[in-house]
């Protein structure tokens, strides 16, 4: 769409060389802020292009952390509880809380960094009902 535009304004620009309406010199120099004004727009819309596509990563990396930091530390207490046959149940459960609490920070602020990405959004409000339902059962 950009190469169609270029080509029609040069052919305007041509034409009106061509009548005399401008001279040679005004022809070069609006060619050359024609071709400036489109690089710029490119590099313009290339870095929100980038940023969106960053954005969109992190809040996948966030959401899988997440995901990781509620799946491990439940897997590796009921593994250990097992293993330990119900004895020092209590210093299991305090090693896999530390280790989901561990995981959970860097998941929280990545996913407030990634805010505009739907993964982002879900795992910052994961996290804080999480956070909420845990102090809950805690007190």
């Given at each position: ?30 060619l050359g802020a024609m071709g400036k004004q489109l ?101």
């Amino acid at each position: 769409m950009e190469n169609a535009s270029r080509v029609s304004s040069e052919e305007e620009l041509l034409k009106l060389r061509e009548e005399g309406k401008i001279s040679q010199a005004e022809y070069n120099d609006l060619l050359g802020a024609m071709g400036k004004q489109l690089a710029v727009g490119t590099e313009v819309r290339t870095l929100e292009h980038s940023i969106q596509d960053s954005k969109r990563k992190l809040g996948r990396i966030a959401f899988y952390l997440m995901l990781a930091g509620i799946v491990v530390p439940i897997m590796a207490f009921l593994i250990c509880f097992a293993i330990a046959a119900g004895g020092e149940g209590d210093v299991i459960f305090s090693v896999c809380l530390f280790l989901c609490v561990l995981a959970e920070i860097p998941a929280f602020v990545i996913g407030v960094i990634s805010w505009p990405n739907v993964l982002g959004k879900a795992t910052v409000i994961t996290i804080a009902i999480v956070t909420v339902i845990t102090l809950l059962l805690m007190s």
